[in-house]
């Protein structure tokens, strides 16, 4: 099989709820059951991407043919699969607040491991028996050779400038440049404390306009995976290579940018998206 690493890097926060919930937040984001970690199904994206090849045609809109073929034809009458396999986008590095540099890139050993088999991408120096009050740091997050990160301290073993290379090809972004500066790896159980509990929690409220209060039912909390999250997707085909080269011309035609998850009114789910080539 043939395959794609696509890199989805979050320009806004992210919205993929998972329906909802009786729990404190109201409309949770999908996450893996056994990480927690946030994730972007394969179903949710391949969504996005084909709509990339909507055309309008007597006032309702619809897949064209090189669309239905690359990513299927939902039609329940002549319903059949397409020839891309979109893969479950998973988080790769995290954004947690810094006491120095302002925020880190946070990412463990699981997620590195997991995304070189996912991926073929051979990371080498990736740090293994961290214990959780350990990281690697890259030098201008530390303070005196400590990392305060949300309102935990840790201790900097070393620093992962190795792994910061090897992830710093996932994107041109200027912003994603930095990585090298801002790389911070710590234990998979921190890591999995900082991805559930480090989202966002905003308050929605629709004020009704003869009132002037809230609507009854209007008022709930939305979570979101915030900006500067990297995500990864493996993008595969059965077929010539030329498919999945199609993708990417679309994808480069919508200015490397789509829209994931709900709210696109409110400036939610917008990604800049960049390949990598399974080594």
């Not at 391949?46 to 055309?55: C, F, P, Q, R, Y």
């Not at 619809?62 to 893969?87: F, P, V």
């Not at 030098?139 to 710093?168: C, H, M, R, W």
């Not at 493996?234 to 994931?260: A, D, H, P, R, Y």
């Amino acid at each position: 099989m043939k395959t794609k690493t696509m890199y989805i890097f979050a320009k806004s926060p992210v919205h993929v709820g998972s329906g909802s919930s009786v729990g404190v937040v109201d409309s949770p984001i999908m996450r893996e059951r056994h990480t927690k970690t946030p994730i972007i199904p394969g179903s949710s994206l391949k969504g996005v991407l084909a709509d990339m090849w909507n055309e309008t045609v007597d006032g309702k809109i619809q897949r064209n043919d090189e669309g239905k073929k690359l990513l299927g034809n939902g039609d329940s009458k002549n319903a059949y699969a397409g020839e891309l396999l979109i893969g479950e986008a998973r988080t790769l590095v995290f954004p947690v607040r810094s006491a120095k540099k302002g925020f880190a890139w946070v990412t463990c050993p699981f997620a590195l491991q997991r995304f070189s088999r996912d991926t073929g991408i051979v990371i080498e120096d990736i740090p293994a028996n961290i214990k959780d009050s350990q990281c690697y740091a890259s030098k201008e997050v530390q303070l005196d050779n400590s990392v305060i990160l949300e309102e935990y301290k840790f201790t900097s073993e070393g620093t992962p400038d190795k792994v910061a290379q090897a992830l710093a090809i996932a994107s041109s972004d200027s912003l994603w440049q930095t990585i090298t500066d801002r790389l911070v790896i710590v234990s998979d159980e921190i890591f999995f404390y900082f991805v559930e509990n480090a989202c966002e929690v905003v308050t929605r409220i629709r004020v009704n306009d003869e009132t002037g209060v809230v609507d009854k039912g209007a008022l709930f909390n939305h979570e979101q995976v915030p900006s500067e999250t990297m995500f990864y997707s493996v993008i595969g085909t059965m077929k010539e290579e030329e498919k999945l080269e199609s993708l990417v011309e679309k994808i480069k035609e919508n200015n490397n940018v789509i829209q994931v998850g709900g709210d696109a009114t409110t400036g939610l789910g917008f990604c800049s998206i960049s390949f990598g080539e399974k080594k």
